[in-house]
């Protein structure tokens, strides 16, 4: 089974296209430069590694673990930004409960005043 051989220019130049442009999807480039997208994403790959940096994927899994007080800054505000969440959340319930009784209050004294 033939196999393309592509110069080591030709390789370096594709991924660098990739890695200039983060909008395009490995898809869509090999698509551009009439490759496999298999075959892109490996030459990605191998350069990423090459260059010392671990591959990684969009949803972020994959990359280099976390120094733990960077991981504890990280913590620390996620924490505070649910707390201030949890307090709207708290407030928002507040609110609508107050409007429920007095949706009801109003409810029971029109039905009240409707007599057909």
Request: no cysteine; net charge negative.
């Amino acid at each position: 089974m033939p196999t393309n051989m592509y110069s080591d220019e030709f390789k370096t130049d594709a991924v660098a296209l990739y890695e200039s442009r983060p909008e395009l999807s490995y898809s869509s480039a090999a698509a551009d430069l009439g490759i496999a997208r298999a075959t892109l994403k490996t030459w990605v790959h191998k350069a990423r590694k090459a260059a010392g940096k671990v591959p990684t994927r969009p949803d972020g899994a994959g990359t280099e673990p976390e120094m733990p007080e960077e991981e504890l800054a990280r913590l620390r505000i996620e924490n505070e930004t649910l707390r201030d969440e949890r307090k709207t959340l708290r407030g928002d319930v507040d609110r609508l409960t107050e409007e429920r009784t007095i949706l009801q209050k109003a409810t029971k004294y029109f039905a009240a005043e409707t007599t057909w």
